[in-house]
T-cell receptor
């Protein structure tokens, strides 16, 4: 079985400060890891993914995430938060190969304070 | 980039009626489509996986006779909520698997309210 943990229901950060949204995962086999963002009453928008290669992956809107195999983590980061970054963020994992199902974390609400 | 068009975005229906939600892949062929349900302030729960031309695979606890999934073509998958009840009110989202791409593209979601 595969699982994702997002330990923080909400993260508050001041505009201009760096932000981190935490994610740890459990999977049998090589993981594919993803971050998605969701705005109210909308679907999910893809931010970034780790498949293989460099542990630090860069994605949309200035976000990046670092894959840490030993800690089974994939934390989302951004050097300088914007008010418009306020949204719900989901970490997700699947195993490699074919169209395997994706398991999502419970989501972390990011609130950027002006 | 690849786009999945989901329709309708919002629907209100009376108890006992059926509602159909469509997801279309634009400019690509979706061999596999996933259907999720999201309760308020909760994560996405996978309901079923559908493959074009074959029966959908439902997750444990999901009633296949209540949530009918049809994936008759490579560009269209539908979810029909039959004999809807207020407890079926939720946000439903589809996503498509794209050949050669590890991630999935999501539809914009359908807010179903059963009154």
């Amino acid at each position: 079985a595969q699982s994702v943990a997002q330990p923080e229901d909400q993260v508050n950060v001041a505009e201009g400060n760096p932000l981190t949204v935490k994610c740890t995962y459990s999977v049998s086999g090589n993981p594919y890891l993803f971050w998605y963002v969701q705005y109210p009453n909308r679907g999910l928008q893809f931010l970034l993914k780790y498949i293989t290669g460099d542990n630090l992956v860069k994605g949309s809107y200035g976000f990046e995430a670092e894959f840490n195999k030993s800690q089974t983590s994939f934390h989302l980061k951004k050097p300088s938060a914007l008010v418009s970054d306020s949204a719900l963020y989901f970490c997700a994992v699947r195993v490699s190969g074919g169209y395997q199902k994706v398991t999502f974390g419970t989501g972390t609400k990011l609130q950027v304070i002006p | 980039g690849a786009v999945v068009s989901q329709h309708p975005s919002r629907v209100i229906c009376k108890s006992g009626t059926s509602v159909k939600i469509e997801c279309r892949s634009l400019d690509f062929q979706a061999t596999t489509m996933f259907w999720y349900r999201q309760f308020p302030k909760q994560s996405l729960m996978l309901m079923a996986t559908s493959n074009e031309g074959s029966k959908a695979t439902y997750e444990q606890g999901v009633e296949k006779d209540k949530f009918l999934i049809n994936h008759a073509s490579l560009t269209l998958s539908t979810l029909t909520v039959t004999s809807a009840h207020p407890e079926d009110s939720s946000f439903y989202i589809c996503s498509a698997g794209i050949q050669g791409v590890e991630g999935y593209t999501f539809g914009s979601g359908t807010r179903l309210t059963v009154v």
